[in-house]
Every structure is written in C-alpha cells, then in structure tokens.
C-alpha cells in the first residue's frame, strides 16, 4: 500500500511539475473565490499568502459521501500556478475519518487536480485516487 501511495503521490507531482506554465514563481493567478467541480464540490480560496499559504474550506457534494454538505478548512500552498491543499474531514460536529490531499495547476481559468484520499474500511486502510476540474463559479 505504501508503494502504491509514493507512485500515485510521485505521478501527480512529476505531471504538474512538468507541465508549462506561463507563470513564474513569483507571479500568483487570481485565484481567490469560489471553485467548483462537475460533482458538485466546492473549493473556496479564501486567501493566499506572501509565502504562498493557501487557506480555504471545502464542501465535498460527492453522491454517496456521507459528509456530503458539510465544509471543512483546507490548508495549503501554491507556488505560480501549481497548488496542493488539504483537507482532514473532521470537525466539531462530524468524524468521517478520512483525509484527502489534492494537488494540481491552474490554466485557463480551470483548475485541474489530482487527488488522492485515505480512510478505513472495516479496520482495513485504504486508498482512492481520481482527478477532478474546477471552474470559477
């Protein structure tokens, strides 16, 4: 599982390191706002940091998710265009014993992510990975 984990998380970071970016370093998109994503989740950047902290919360809408609805902070950082942030999907009122990392780029307006998330099934650890775009909204 371990194994599986460092090629998904070494995949995702040799594509969005490699991919051009007409940003550099130092310049930010205007990425603050609202984001959401073809299930119905939403991303809210609130704020993005000199250093390139990144913070935020998320709402996953996916069908079949058990917190769907509810939001959660994200923490994060961004360098240009490329961005990682995440999500521990627990709060005051809900456990759901999971943590999602996604990480990925803006290009055109979108925001193209992979995300890879971690939970138990049965006492037994377990793994998802997927990507997902994000428009403005």
């Given amino acids: 599982m371990t194994?599986?984990?460092?090629?998904?998380?070494?995949?995702?970071?040799?594509?969005?390191?490699?991919?051009?970016?007409?940003?550099?370093a130092a310049q930010t998109p205007a990425v603050t706002g609202t984001w959401a994503n073809d299930h119905g989740s939403v991303l809210v950047i609130q704020s993005v940091g000199a250093d390139g902290s990144v913070s935020g919360t998320y709402a996953n809408n996916a069908p079949g998710y058990k917190c769907a609805g509810v939001t959660f902070p994200i923490v994060g950082w961004m360098d240009g265009a490329r961005i990682s942030y995440t999500v521990r999907w627990k709060n005051a009122s809900v456990d759901c014993a999971s943590i999602t990392s996604w990480t990925g780029y803006f290009?055109?307006?979108?925001?193209?992510?992979e995300w890879v998330l971690v939970y138990e099934e049965n006492g037994t650890p377990r793994l998802r990975a997927g990507s997902d775009s994000y428009a403005r909204r």
């Fill in 107 to 113: 290009n055109e307006g979108r925001l193209g992510v």
């Fill in 3 to 24: 194994k599986r984990l460092a090629s998904i998380l070494g995949l995702a970071l040799m594509a969005a390191l490699c991919l051009p970016s007409q940003q550099s």
